[in-house]
């Protein structure tokens, strides 16, 4: 059987449309297509009639044996299949083609080489840089940041050859980096680092050579608390962030589906944090990243207030119903209307409770709050509270409540819920969603709910998507019963209290945050290529569906 042949193909940088015309004609012409760690995954659908392999290479990470892959080109081109061996970047530049060609010639093969546009070049372009500008220098250097055995490269040597250095494989050994030519280089000389160059986690940090130096003093991990649709904005207002080696996205979110706008984060990040299992279910479908439950250290209660219910503007010698919430947080999904029905249901007017709706933003969504002005317009005892209080004067106002009501219809956790319960508050909400991270039927009453749907105008929660419709007679009930069985109630909020403080303190939540960070940097370089892997198959499947 006549041997078939080996090709060495350079992918670029990783975005497809760099590839050159003569590596799609490798890539349609391949049997077995062997892709390197670096190589967008979906670089296979170009080859439609190959069999993949995959043969990832990563410092500080399990990778395939360079002999293993040898022999693996070798078989199949013994077999008379055309072997195409995809390497990030360009095929030459660092990736062992040398040892690979000679491999091969000896055993007989044909290897034909194929360029590709190398990283160097594309975070070059990136930034608008030449590496060639005739003010500042003649020529330009390509280096690894480390030697074959583990050793620095010769910085002296490199520094004096008064060319731009470009400096390959060097994230994890910034500091060494820059410690080495800050020995014969101004700490002014200017610097750059690109990462993921030409891919849609480029992150760019542009300094000089002494800055650098102490950039290498980073953490490991970084913590995001950003939203997931805001991700990719805060890296680019801050990239020296993405230098880290593990990003987590502390992401916050409310109904059932985590809709495809949002999917962008999944790009900048290597795991999600969530306050509570609702939202975890939410967001884990759509992605093969880690998503871990990690809930924030609830609301603690604070030293008795100073002001009077007097101060706040409240009756005196009434029971008090509140419900507190931001028109910006969607009135459709807090509920404002549902709750002064409930609260008309068990209680008629003038019989003694109120019911107190404190809000914010208002004057931002202008139709939903003069909704709820003409349904409380009759409402005799039904106060609406809609300005910013100080933090004192919040406090007093959860402090001066006898039950605390929410008949919301979905909520990523329901920060305003456990303030009640923390100061003791018997709590009548919707048994649905994130506040069952922390309500239960011994600390709470839940009320019951039948499924119904995200209506349109709810922006940003997608149109159909399943929310809960609280079943308002029985909120009427449980209210019903907070007024006329005071030692239930008293009983209910002590256990909330208790629970509040015992399982959700800032002690608590942060011994969870350190146990997971333990887990993570026992296991750093597994996870993070094991996070690269799956947010490539995911770019890919989203680009393949556009």
């Not at 012409?29 to 979906?42: F, M």
């Not at 003093?217 to 962030?241: H, I, K, M, S």
Request: charged share 25%; aromatic share 6%; glycine share 8%.
């Amino acid at each position: 059987m006549k041997p078939g042949r080996v090709i060495l193909m350079g992918a670029g940088p990783g975005d497809p449309d760099l590839l050159t015309r003569q590596a799609m004609r490798a890539l349609l012409s391949a049997d077995v297509l062997l892709l390197d760690e670096l190589v967008p995954p979906d670089i296979a659908e170009l080859a439609p009639r190959a069999r993949v392999l995959r043969v990832g290479k990563r410092g500080g990470c399990r990778s395939t044996p360079q002999p293993f892959i040898q022999r693996l080109m070798r078989r199949y081109a013994l077999q008379g299949r055309t072997v195409v061996r995809v390497k990030g970047g360009e095929a030459l530049m660092f990736g062992r083609a040398g040892e690979e060609i000679a491999f091969l010639e000896a055993a007989g093969i044909e290897v034909e080489l194929v360029n590709g546009i190398s990283a160097g070049m594309a975070a070059a372009a990136a930034l608008g840089i030449s590496l060639t500008h005739r003010d500042h220098c003649h020529g330009v250097s390509f280096v690894t940041a480390h030697t074959q055995d583990g050793a620095p490269p010769d910085w002296r040597a490199l520094a004096q050859s008064r060319t731009t250095l470009v400096v390959y494989m060097g994230m994890r050994r910034i500091g060494d980096v820059a410690a080495g030519l800050l020995a014969h280089l101004p700490a002014s000389t200017p610097a750059a680092v690109v990462q993921w160059a030409s891919t849609p986690r480029e992150a760019r940090l542009v300094t000089r050579l002494g800055r650098l130096a102490g950039e290498a003093e980073r953490f490991d991990l970084t913590l995001l608390c950003v939203n997931a649709d805001q991700t990719g904005a805060a890296l680019a207002a801050e990239p020296d962030l993405a230098a880290s080696a593990y990003r987590i996205g502390m992401w916050y979110w409310e109904v059932e589906d985590f809709p495809a706008t949002m999917h962008g984060g999944f790009g900048h990040v290597d795991e999600v944090w969530v306050a509570s299992d609702f939202v975890r279910e939410a967001i884990a479908r759509h992605t093969g990243l880690p998503v871990v439950t990690v809930p924030p250290p609830l609301p603690q209660a604070a030293a008795p207030t100073t002001l009077t219910r007097g101060d706040l503007g409240l009756p005196e010698d009434r029971p008090v119903v509140l419900f507190s919430f931001d028109y910006l947080s969607t009135a459709e999904r807090k509920n404002p209307l549902g709750a002064v029905e409930a609260f008309r249901r068990a209680f008629a007017p003038d019989e003694g409770p109120v019911l107190v709706i404190k809000s914010i933003n208002s004057d931002k969504r202008v139709g939903d709050a003069e909704r709820l002005r003409l349904r409380v317009a009759g409402e005799p005892d039904v106060i609406l509270m809609d300005e910013y209080l100080s933090a004192a004067a919040r406090d007093a106002l959860v402090q001066h409540c006898d039950a605390y009501l929410s008949l919301h219809r979905s909520e990523g956790l329901g920060l305003t819920i456990a303030e009640a319960m923390a100061y003791g508050k018997p709590v009548v909400a919707t048994g649905y969603s994130g506040n069952l991270q922390f309500m239960t039927p011994e600390n709470s009453f839940l009320v019951p709910w039948t499924a119904t749907t995200v209506p349109e105008h709810c922006e940003p929660y997608p149109v159909g998507t399943r929310w809960a419709d609280p079943d308002l007679d029985a909120a009427a009930a449980a209210l019903r019963t907070v007024v006329d069985d005071p030692a239930l109630a008293t009983a209910r909020g002590q256990r909330a209290a208790y629970d509040i403080r015992e399982h959700h303190s800032p002690a608590v939540a942060g011994e969870r945050i350190a146990a997971r960070l333990t887990e993570i940097r026992a296991e750093l370089p597994r996870l993070v290529w094991r996070s690269r892997v799956r947010r490539a198959r995911s770019l890919a499947t989203r680009a393949l569906r556009r």
